[in-house]
């Protein structure tokens, strides 16, 4: 049994900044990739920020520079740091563990968490 939870999601205003982390039960969590996705209301989930077991990062252009994702592998917790947040970052956010092979970031294959949601003010 796989399980992932995600916490730190909650409201704040434009401009502010949350700390997502996600904690893994799974014994291999350093051999695994880690990535973030969201889905905001009626869109397809799409992809936000990934780090490879290698620590190599990867960030969708429209998260570049704002959001840093990160991993603890002695915690087997995942973050995802979000600063300057805006309107349209509103949605739930996924944490994600696959194979350490995987990168096709456009997929949605390994495991998932039950999302925690992140609503951006005005």
């Known amino acids: 049994q796989v399980q992932l939870e995600e916490s730190g999601g909650g409201l704040v205003q434009a401009g502010g900044s949350l700390r997502l982390s996600c904690s893994a039960s799974?014994?291999?969590?350093?051999?695994?990739?880690m990535a973030w996705y969201r889905q905001a209301h009626g869109i397809q989930r799409e992809f936000v920020a990934a780090i490879s077991r290698g620590n190599i990062t990867y960030y969708a252009d429209s998260t570049k520079g704002r959001f840093t994702i990160s991993r603890d592998n002695a915690k087997n917790t995942v973050y995802l740091q979000m600063n300057t947040l805006k309107l349209e970052d509103t949605a739930v956010y996924y944490c994600n563990s696959r194979d350490g092979g995987d990168i096709s970031w456009g997929t949605y294959r390994g495991y998932w968490g039950q999302g925690t949601q992140v609503t951006v003010s005005s």
């Open positions: 799974i014994s291999i969590f350093s051999s695994n990739n």
